[in-house]
């Protein structure tokens, strides 16, 4: 680290931590009766795989309850980015959902490439979706949701650099209880929850179902044939059993299934040059000026190649075992199967001049093994055994429907001056990822007194990866000439063999029951992996025989300082952290003048920034929550990164450097039997680079994004009935943009996210 930048983050860390005396200060000169009752709930994590008060765990993390999901109308996974600092997600189909953190991608080449894996760690009650297509969660009936953010490679595994997202369901009660929720709302939509649990065997045996429903019109038109796209249509659920037959044996077996056949969003043609799809359309007598239009939500495309299918299914068991001794047995068994396959028109045109075809079937068991030590020992921790087995099969068409003509060779006389697509023609891709992948690890914490606590983890790893791989290159009229040198590949077939050692260790001290400090320093890893997308013969070295696709591992070293405070007689809580991240060799996306885009190791980067969250109750009626995050990655020397452009201290793509939002709750009496309760919540995002050369025509704007909610509750809990609306001031907020410059047609398009949306929640409860 600089001399600079360490000066510049102990000057920021030493700035928040002169808050801490004013605000204590301050809350001396409240009335104690007052605020003992407008306390906040204690809240308890399992982000250290053990119940943990979130104040007193040395780790930065949100948590989202079920109640706050609930009254903020958070839906699916990329909702909880407007209340998580630094925390950035962009959505263009129902699961390509592509997450950066604290400045960093996880996915630097998108969802659809089966050769990388993602650097954020998605788990659902201990079990890890290893690959992004399994990401976008429906969050039906969570109790909670805790994002760790910064590297958790020694308890979660070498793919965690950015962090974690840890999902807990709901388990089953040996009350009978349950809730019927129904949405509807604007573009036609109709959304059912139903959640049932209750005993089969009194205080031995309980079960639940959660099931969902959601449809929605999209927002999207189509003016080439009046369709509609960005529509919604899935359906699944969970059933879950629960197995006590003494207080110390816990069995939980769940069954999730999941069906979604929705309609992605459509890419909008906002600029072209003359290339490849100017040609495609000469025939037809059209031009791209024919479907460039004003409004934002309208497109001219051919409907017959978007679509989207996606199916999964999981079983998984947990065992948890209580010793006399105090410790703790758990197993964590799982298989898990996530289907994925996404259509797209790439011109943007009605003309079908070239579309694509891109699915991911994927295939994985995990196993985990833990013990954990009694928690009322000076000397803690947890220890275990991880594997995993995954299967990715990759398919990729990139096909011309029409064929494209007379594109000019260049070549002088008498050499043929044109060469032709045929229909039908272009790159197809065929490629299998088999990864295995075993890990031991151990997370210990010791309290050297009772205010100061050390804690050390190690996770080592070991990752073996064998790649299939094939390619029809694009074949032209002229023998032996591939267009954007996208050449034949023969199947090839290459091992990878990698092996890592993760760790942490840091001070977690208290310096009151209200105030709790902690610094560490942690090391992770993101394994290497192949470019599976179309390859040109130079991204391949030259060699179709021998093509050099893979690209190595990351590496990052992240320091972190943490402040943790209860205020007010626990009326406010506020949680702040300084982060500096030092990576090596990150693996970047680069996307070179004829379109073709891969992974390289970037020789290095840097984040530093910091977060803030604040809950406060001011008084019995309202509520302020509020999140601030500033993120500066950047990229240091990368000269490589382009033909002609230097990449050196450009920032990083897929994240804005300023995450903040702010929400308010308000709740009261309104007669005998009913409360009211209304919500507002504002986010902010800062302009996001698209690419590693930081293009200004590939820039996403900065977006301010207002929710509100109104709604009243019975006083007993049983009837509920909201309303809600989404973008309330209906900004237009760009999700994904391509350039000419950089397309392999020469077109610049740009897809939005939805406008504002409404509706009505009618919820019942039973008891």
Known sequence: MGHFKKHKLAKTITSLLTLLPIVSLAAETQDTAQQEQLALEKIIVTAQKRGENLQEVPLAISVLGSKQMDRGNIQNIQDIQQSVPNLSMVTTSPFTTTINMRGIPSSPNGVFNSGTSPGMGM??????????????????????????????????????????????????????????????????????????????IEDVLAASISLFDVSRDGYVENSADGSEFSTQDRHGGRAQVRYTPTDKLTLDISAEYLKDKSIPLANKLTDYELGLGYLGLYPSGMTPEDFITDDIHEVFVNPERYFVSRENWGLDTTLSYQFDSGFEFK???????????????????????????????????????????????????????????????????????????????????????????QPGSGPINGGTLQTKSSAIFANVNYDFTQAINGFLGLRYSDVEKQMSFSQRGWETSL???????????????????????????????????????????????????????????????????????????EAVVSYELGLKSDLFDHRMRLNMAAFYLDYSDIQTRVIDDNGTNRVVNGPSATSQGIEAELSYRVTKQLAVNAAIGYADATFDEFENCHAIDDCTGNQLPGAAKWTNSVSLNYETTLT??????????????????????????TELGASNLVNNQIGIVSTDGTWEVMLWTKNLLDEEIEVSKADKATSELSFSDVMYAPPRTYGVSFTYNFF
């Open 123 to 200: 788990y659902v009650d201990g079990v890890v979706y290893s690959r992004a297509t399994g990401f976008n969660q429906e969050l039906s009936n969570i109790e909670r949701v805790e994002v760790l953010r910064g590297p958790q490679g020694t308890l979660f595994g070498q793919n965690t650099n950015l962090g974690v997202i840890n999902i807990t369901t709901k388990k089953p009660s040996d009350m009978v209880e349950g809730k019927v929720k129904v949405d509807l709302g604007n573009y036609g939509l109709r959304k059912t929850n139903l959640y049932l649990t209750g005993p089969l």
């Open 331 to 421: 197993s964590i068994t799982a298989k898990k199967v996530y289907d994925s396959t996404i259509g797209t028109d790439m011109d943007s045109t009605p003309v079908d001049i070239v579309f694509s075809t891109e699915t991911e079937n994927n295939e994985q068991f995990t196993q985990e093994f833990q013990i954990l030590s009694p928690t009322d020992q000076s000397f803690r921790y947890v220890a275990g055994f991880f594997y995993l087995d995954n299967e990715a099969v990759n398919d990729q068409n990139f096909l011309s429907g029409t064929g494209i003509y007379g594109i000019p060779t260049g070549l002088p006389e008498p050499y043929p001056q044109s060469l032709n697509l």
């Open 479 to 553: 023998p032996g000439v591939y267009l954007l040198n996208y050449i034949d590949i023969p199947t090839t077939n290459q091992t990878l063999k990698d092996d890592f050692l993760s760790w942490t260790v840091g001070l977690n001290g208290t310096i009151n029951d209200n105030n709790h400090v902690y610094g560490k320093v942690s090391k992770g890893y993101k394994e290497g992996g192949y470019s599976f997308r179309p390859q040109s013969l130079q991204s391949i070295g030259g060699d179709p025989l021998n093509p050099q696709m893979s690209f190595d591992r």
């Open 672 to 697: 005998e039997n009913w409360d009211l309760f209304a919500g507002i919540d504002y986010s902010y995002r800062g302009k996001v680079q698209s690419d590693a050369r930081n293009l200004s025509a």
